[in-house]
């Protein structure tokens, strides 16, 4: 498997534009998990899906964001409108539910900077 | 109190010697302990999970879990240049699957 797969990599936006960040997951895995990460909070979960099912979303940071999985093999997170205090490293990663066992593997991320 | 805690260093240490790098969590019934290790710019790289006491061996790396204490642990024995990076605590809290991050702890290795 190639692994977890965001794009885009890198995001430069204006303040005010909608931006859409993308995840592939895992074939097989059936939780998926939003993360933001920056300096100052280092990483938070925002939301995570359970068979493409949204579980928690008490971390999204406001209503400006919002995440959907509409199948098993994609899921988006999308910030309406941007501003500069989003100008983080977000993060996607899937992890599947064997016992204990539940190892989450990350994505390579998306940088984000809102001017 | 924070969930997941880890001393944010930097730890620094020279070459071949022993790094121990720790972390404390909130929740007694937690299960499940990984470490992850990042590279400046990439993503969090899973190195090593634990879920029950004692110590778990994989080449340089030994984790150390103590339920009682609430406490985990990551050695890396004959410490790189190449291994240092931030080292980030990872813990599924309360009997979840759902991984809690610790700040993580920036470890430098001198030659």
């Known amino acids: 498997d190639a692994g977890v797969i965001q794009s885009p990599r890198h995001e430069v936006t204006e303040m005010g534009q909608e931006v859409t960040l993308r995840c592939k997951p895992i074939?097989?895995?059936?939780?998926l998990f939003w993360y933001r990460q920056t300096m100052m909070r280092g990483l938070e979960l925002l939301i995570y899906?359970?068979?493409?099912?949204?579980?928690?979303d008490s971390g999204m940071p406001e209503d400006r964001f919002s995440a959907k999985m509409p199948n098993a093999s994609f899921s988006t997170l999308k910030i309406q409108p941007s501003e500069p205090r989003d100008s983080a490293v977000y993060f996607c990663a899937s992890s599947y539910h064997q016992g204990a066992g539940t190892e989450a593997f990350f994505g390579q991320g998306t940088r984000l900077t809102v001017v | 109190q924070k969930e997941v805690e880890q001393n944010s260093g930097p730890l620094s240490v020279p070459e071949g010697a022993i790094a121990s790098l720790n972390c404390t969590y909130s929740d007694r019934v937690s299960q499940s302990f990984f470490w992850y290790r990042q590279y400046s710019g990439k993503s969090p790289e899973l190195i090593m999970s634990?879920?029950?006491?004692g110590d778990k061996e994989d080449g340089r790396f030994t984790a150390q879990l103590n339920k009682a204490s609430q406490y985990v642990s990551l050695l890396i024995r004959d410490s790189q240049p190449s291994d240092s990076a931030t080292y980030l605590c990872?813990?599924?809290?309360?009997?979840?699957?759902?991984?809690?991050f610790g700040r993580g702890t920036s470890l430098i290795v001198h030659p």
């Open positions: 990872a813990v599924n809290i309360g009997g979840s699957y759902i991984p809690t």
């Open positions: 899906f359970n068979n493409n099912v949204p579980i928690d």
């Open positions: 074939s097989g895995h059936d939780y």
């Open positions: 634990i879920y029950s006491n």
